[in-house]
T-cell receptor
Protein backbone atom coordinates (compact mmCIF):
# COMPACT_ATOMS: atom_id res chain seq x y z
CA UNK A 1 0.00 0.00 0.00
CA UNK A 2 1.18 3.52 -0.83
CA UNK A 3 -0.57 5.02 2.22
CA UNK A 4 -1.17 8.75 1.80
CA UNK A 5 0.27 10.43 -1.26
CA UNK A 6 0.31 14.10 -2.20
CA UNK A 7 0.68 15.76 -5.58
CA UNK A 8 2.68 17.85 -6.37
CA UNK A 9 5.66 17.77 -4.02
CA UNK A 10 6.76 21.31 -4.83
CA UNK A 11 5.09 24.29 -6.52
CA UNK A 12 5.85 27.95 -7.06
CA UNK A 13 2.95 30.29 -7.80
CA UNK A 14 2.62 33.96 -8.52
CA UNK A 15 0.21 36.05 -6.46
CA UNK A 16 -3.31 35.66 -7.80
CA UNK A 17 -2.76 32.32 -9.52
CA UNK A 18 -4.84 29.30 -8.62
CA UNK A 19 -3.93 25.70 -8.03
CA UNK A 20 -5.22 22.43 -6.60
CA UNK A 21 -3.36 20.09 -4.30
CA UNK A 22 -4.32 16.44 -4.50
CA UNK A 23 -4.31 14.01 -1.60
CA UNK A 24 -4.96 10.34 -2.19
CA UNK A 25 -5.15 7.45 0.27
CA UNK A 26 -5.52 3.74 -0.36
CA UNK A 27 -6.43 2.66 3.19
CA UNK A 28 -10.20 3.10 2.75
CA UNK A 29 -10.24 5.74 5.46
CA UNK A 30 -13.37 7.78 6.02
CA UNK A 31 -11.75 10.84 7.56
CA UNK A 32 -9.29 13.10 5.77
CA UNK A 33 -7.60 16.33 6.83
CA UNK A 34 -5.58 19.19 5.35
CA UNK A 35 -3.02 21.00 7.52
CA UNK A 36 -0.52 23.72 6.90
CA UNK A 37 2.84 23.86 8.65
CA UNK A 38 4.66 27.14 9.21
CA UNK A 39 7.90 27.66 11.14
CA UNK A 40 7.23 28.04 14.85
CA UNK A 41 3.50 27.48 14.40
CA UNK A 42 3.18 23.71 14.40
CA UNK A 43 0.46 22.26 12.19
CA UNK A 44 -2.87 24.00 11.84
CA UNK A 45 -6.01 22.41 10.47
CA UNK A 46 -7.39 24.01 7.31
CA UNK A 47 -10.36 21.78 6.38
CA UNK A 48 -11.40 18.23 7.00
CA UNK A 49 -13.84 15.67 5.68
CA UNK A 50 -15.67 12.90 7.48
CA UNK A 51 -16.86 11.18 4.36
CA UNK A 52 -17.43 11.39 0.64
CA UNK A 53 -19.29 14.57 -0.24
CA UNK A 54 -18.84 16.20 3.18
CA UNK A 55 -16.35 18.86 4.27
CA UNK A 56 -15.92 21.16 7.26
CA UNK A 57 -13.80 24.15 8.23
CA UNK A 58 -10.84 23.88 10.53
CA UNK A 59 -8.83 26.52 12.34
CA UNK A 60 -7.50 28.44 9.30
CA UNK A 61 -9.91 27.92 6.36
CA UNK A 62 -9.84 31.39 4.78
CA UNK A 63 -8.51 31.45 1.21
CA UNK A 64 -8.93 27.70 0.70
CA UNK A 65 -11.63 25.44 -0.66
CA UNK A 66 -11.85 21.66 -0.56
CA UNK A 67 -13.74 18.88 -2.22
CA UNK A 68 -14.23 15.18 -1.47
CA UNK A 69 -15.91 13.73 -4.54
CA UNK A 70 -14.35 10.32 -4.08
CA UNK A 71 -13.63 8.60 -0.79
CA UNK A 72 -9.96 8.14 -1.58
CA UNK A 73 -9.26 11.71 -2.70
CA UNK A 74 -9.32 15.05 -0.90
CA UNK A 75 -8.56 18.16 -2.93
CA UNK A 76 -7.34 21.49 -1.56
CA UNK A 77 -7.81 24.52 -3.79
CA UNK A 78 -6.36 27.99 -3.71
CA UNK A 79 -8.46 30.27 -5.92
CA UNK A 80 -6.22 33.34 -5.72
CA UNK A 81 -2.91 32.60 -4.08
CA UNK A 82 -1.34 35.09 -1.66
CA UNK A 83 2.19 35.20 -0.24
CA UNK A 84 0.71 34.40 3.19
CA UNK A 85 -0.19 30.97 1.82
CA UNK A 86 3.46 30.08 1.37
CA UNK A 87 3.71 26.99 3.54
CA UNK A 88 4.12 23.24 3.65
CA UNK A 89 0.80 21.47 3.28
CA UNK A 90 0.13 18.06 4.78
CA UNK A 91 -2.75 15.75 4.18
CA UNK A 92 -3.75 13.06 6.66
CA UNK A 93 -6.34 10.33 6.92
CA UNK A 94 -7.70 8.00 9.57
CA UNK A 95 -10.10 5.21 10.11
CA UNK A 96 -13.47 6.17 11.57
CA UNK A 97 -13.78 3.25 13.97
CA UNK A 98 -12.30 5.13 16.92
CA UNK A 99 -11.79 8.81 17.61
CA UNK A 100 -8.27 8.22 18.92
CA UNK A 101 -7.06 6.26 15.94
CA UNK A 102 -3.80 7.35 14.42
CA UNK A 103 -3.83 9.89 11.63
CA UNK A 104 -1.55 8.87 8.78
CA UNK A 105 0.27 11.73 7.10
CA UNK A 106 1.41 12.27 3.55
CA UNK A 107 4.92 13.54 2.70
CA UNK A 108 3.81 17.14 2.20
CA UNK A 109 3.64 19.74 -0.57
CA UNK A 110 5.96 22.72 -0.34
CA UNK A 111 4.21 25.76 -1.85
CA UNK A 112 5.83 29.13 -2.46
CA UNK A 113 3.75 32.13 -3.52
CA UNK A 114 5.72 35.02 -4.95
CA UNK B 1 -11.03 25.69 24.19
CA UNK B 2 -8.07 23.38 24.08
CA UNK B 3 -4.44 24.24 23.57
CA UNK B 4 -1.10 22.57 23.69
CA UNK B 5 2.10 24.16 24.94
CA UNK B 6 5.51 22.73 24.22
CA UNK B 7 8.25 24.27 26.32
CA UNK B 8 11.36 25.02 24.31
CA UNK B 9 11.43 25.36 20.54
CA UNK B 10 14.87 23.71 20.55
CA UNK B 11 16.38 21.16 22.91
CA UNK B 12 20.02 20.07 22.65
CA UNK B 13 21.40 16.89 24.18
CA UNK B 14 24.53 14.83 23.82
CA UNK B 15 24.40 11.32 22.43
CA UNK B 16 23.63 8.95 25.30
CA UNK B 17 21.99 11.62 27.46
CA UNK B 18 18.42 11.68 28.70
CA UNK B 19 15.86 13.23 26.36
CA UNK B 20 13.01 15.20 27.96
CA UNK B 21 10.54 17.10 25.81
CA UNK B 22 7.80 18.91 27.67
CA UNK B 23 4.14 19.17 26.75
CA UNK B 24 1.29 20.72 28.71
CA UNK B 25 -2.30 20.89 27.62
CA UNK B 26 -5.35 22.82 28.66
CA UNK B 27 -8.64 21.04 28.44
CA UNK B 28 -11.83 20.94 30.44
CA UNK B 29 -12.13 17.20 29.93
CA UNK B 30 -9.50 14.46 29.82
CA UNK B 31 -8.08 14.48 26.33
CA UNK B 32 -6.47 11.98 24.04
CA UNK B 33 -2.78 12.85 23.75
CA UNK B 34 -0.26 12.13 21.04
CA UNK B 35 3.39 12.60 20.22
CA UNK B 36 4.42 12.75 16.57
CA UNK B 37 7.92 12.94 15.11
CA UNK B 38 8.92 14.63 11.87
CA UNK B 39 12.25 13.85 10.26
CA UNK B 40 13.63 16.41 7.79
CA UNK B 41 11.56 16.79 4.63
CA UNK B 42 9.14 14.08 5.68
CA UNK B 43 5.61 13.81 6.98
CA UNK B 44 4.65 13.12 10.58
CA UNK B 45 4.90 9.71 12.17
CA UNK B 46 3.11 8.64 15.34
CA UNK B 47 5.47 7.92 18.27
CA UNK B 48 2.90 7.09 20.92
CA UNK B 49 -0.53 7.99 22.23
CA UNK B 50 -2.49 8.06 25.46
CA UNK B 51 -6.17 7.25 25.39
CA UNK B 52 -7.27 5.64 28.65
CA UNK B 53 -5.84 3.22 31.18
CA UNK B 54 -2.14 3.07 32.03
CA UNK B 55 -0.68 6.54 32.33
CA UNK B 56 2.83 5.51 31.27
CA UNK B 57 2.79 4.91 27.54
CA UNK B 58 5.58 3.28 25.58
CA UNK B 59 6.15 4.09 21.94
CA UNK B 60 8.50 3.34 19.11
CA UNK B 61 12.26 3.89 19.11
CA UNK B 62 12.52 3.67 22.91
CA UNK B 63 10.38 6.72 23.67
CA UNK B 64 7.79 6.87 26.41
CA UNK B 65 5.49 9.48 27.91
CA UNK B 66 3.56 9.79 31.14
CA UNK B 67 0.12 11.34 31.41
CA UNK B 68 -0.18 13.36 34.62
CA UNK B 69 -3.67 14.68 35.03
CA UNK B 70 -2.87 16.79 38.09
CA UNK B 71 -0.13 18.59 36.16
CA UNK B 72 -1.96 18.53 32.79
CA UNK B 73 1.26 17.25 31.29
CA UNK B 74 2.36 14.60 28.82
CA UNK B 75 6.15 14.84 28.71
CA UNK B 76 8.16 12.69 26.30
CA UNK B 77 11.31 10.94 27.48
CA UNK B 78 14.00 8.60 26.25
CA UNK B 79 16.76 7.33 28.53
CA UNK B 80 19.60 7.55 26.01
CA UNK B 81 19.60 9.75 22.92
CA UNK B 82 20.85 8.50 19.56
CA UNK B 83 21.99 10.64 16.67
CA UNK B 84 19.07 9.27 14.68
CA UNK B 85 16.64 10.88 17.17
CA UNK B 86 17.41 14.34 15.79
CA UNK B 87 14.06 15.54 14.45
CA UNK B 88 11.14 17.79 15.29
CA UNK B 89 8.63 16.49 17.82
CA UNK B 90 5.01 17.56 18.09
CA UNK B 91 2.61 17.06 20.95
CA UNK B 92 -1.04 16.98 19.94
CA UNK B 93 -4.40 16.66 21.65
CA UNK B 94 -7.98 15.82 20.77
CA UNK B 95 -11.03 15.89 22.96
CA UNK B 96 -13.50 13.04 23.10
CA UNK B 97 -14.90 14.03 19.74
CA UNK B 98 -16.26 11.99 16.91
CA UNK B 99 -14.36 13.97 14.33
CA UNK B 100 -11.12 13.95 16.29
CA UNK B 101 -9.48 17.06 14.99
CA UNK B 102 -5.94 17.30 16.26
CA UNK B 103 -4.58 20.44 17.87
CA UNK B 104 -0.79 20.55 17.68
CA UNK B 105 1.80 22.26 19.77
CA UNK B 106 4.34 24.42 17.99
CA UNK B 107 6.96 21.70 18.01
CA UNK B 108 10.33 21.10 19.61
CA UNK B 109 13.43 20.52 17.52
CA UNK B 110 15.69 17.94 19.14
CA UNK B 111 19.37 18.37 18.37
CA UNK B 112 21.75 15.53 19.24
CA UNK B 113 25.49 16.13 19.35
CA UNK B 114 28.19 13.44 19.35
Amino acid sequence: NAGVTQTPKFRVLKTGQSMTLLCAQDMNHEYMYWYRQDPGMGLRLIHYSVGEGTTAKGEVPDGYNVSRLKKQNFLLGLESAAPSQTSVYFCASRDRSSSYNEQFFGPGTRLTVL
Amino acid sequence: AQSVTQLGSHVSVSEGALVLLRCNYSSSVPPYLFWYVQYPNQGLQLLLKYTTGATLVKGINGFEAEFKKSETSFHLTKPSAHMSDAAEYFCAVILYSGYSTLTFGKGTMLLVSP
